[in-house]
T-cell receptor
C-alpha cells in the first residue's frame, strides 16, 4: 500500500517558468513532510520541509504548500533553472514510528 | 564536516552469494537508516539503527540484516542474493532517533547476476 504517492513520473518545464511537483498521502498520522532532490550517482539531498501545523513554507525559489484536508502537498520552484533538473522525492514522517516514507519520485527536466 | 560515506560504491555479485555494505555517518550523528532504491519502487525503508540497537524495520525478508558499531558506523548484509536485490542501497544519518531530517550518502550500486 503506497502511503505517499507521486503520480506523475516526470515533468518538463521551460527555464524561467514555474515547476509544480505534486504529492498525495493517505496516512493522516503523518505530521511532517519533506522534499529531497537527487542527482544521478548522488544520494538525495534535503531541500525543504513543512510541519502539518503550517500550510506554507518558503525558502528562496522553493515553496512547499500543504493542504491537510486534501492530504496533498506541492513543491513550487520559481523560477526554474536547468540545474534544478533532478529526481524529486516527497517524504512523510510520523512520530508514531519515527519513520520516513518516500514517494517513488518525479523526474524534473528544465529546458534551457 | 565530512558527509555520509558508503563503501563500496559499486558491487557485482552472483545469485546465491552474500554481500556486506558499509556506511559511515556524519560525525556526531548517532542514527543510521538504510534504504533500497529501485526504478519502480522509489526509496524503500530497510531499517534504522540508533546507539547500536535496531529501532525500526521495514518490510524486507530476513535475508536483509544490519548492525551498528559503537562509533555509529553501520553495516548492512544481504545473504543468498537474488536477482531482484539489484538496486541502489542508500544509507542516511541523523543526529538522533526520530530526527526527521536525514542526510544521505551516495549509495552502493549492487548488481546481482
Amino acid at each position: 500500500d503506497q502511503q505517499v504517492k507521486q503520480n506523475s513520473p516526470s515533468l518538463s518545464v521551460q527555464e524561467g517558468r514555474i515547476s509544480i511537483l505534486n504529492c498525495d498521502y493517505t496516512n493522516s498520522m503523518f505530521d511532517y513532510f519533506l522534499w529531497y532532490k537527487k542527482y544521478p550517482a548522488e544520494g538525495p539531498t534535503f531541500l525543504i520541509s513543512i510541519s502539518s501545523i503550517k500550510d506554507k513554507n518558503e525558502d528562496g525559489r522553493f515553496t512547499v504548500f500543504l493542504n491537510k484536508s486534501a492530504k496533498h502537498l506541492s513543491l513550487h520552484i520559481v523560477p526554474s533553472q536547468p540545474g534544478d533538473s533532478a529526481v524529486y522525492f516527497c517524504a512523510a514522517y510520523t512520530g508514531a514510528n519515527s519513520k520516513l516514507t518516500f514517494g517513488k519520485g518525479i523526474t524534473l527536466s528544465v529546458r534551457p | 564536516k565530512a558527509g555520509v560515506t558508503q563503501t563500496p560504491r559499486y558491487l557485482i555479485k552472483t545469485r546465491g552469494q552474500q554481500v556486506t555494505l558499509s556506511c559511515s555517518p556524519i560525525s556526531g550523528h548517532r542514527s543510521v537508516s538504510w534504504y533500497q532504491q529501485t526504478p519502480g519502487q522509489g526509496l524503500q525503508f530497510l531499517f534504522e539503527y540508533f546507539s547500536e540497537t535496531q529501532r525500526n524495520k521495514g518490510n524486507f525478508p530476513g535475508r536483509f540484516s544490519g548492525r551498528q558499531f559503537s562509533n555509529s558506523r553501520s553495516e548492512m548484509n544481504v545473504s543468498t542474493l537474488e536477482l531482484g536485490d539489484s538496486a541502489l542501497y542508500l544509507c542516511a544519518s541523523s543526529l538522533g532517533s526520530a530526527t526527521r531530517e536525514q542526510y544521505f550518502g551516495p549509495g552502493t550500486r549492487l548488481t546481482v547476476t
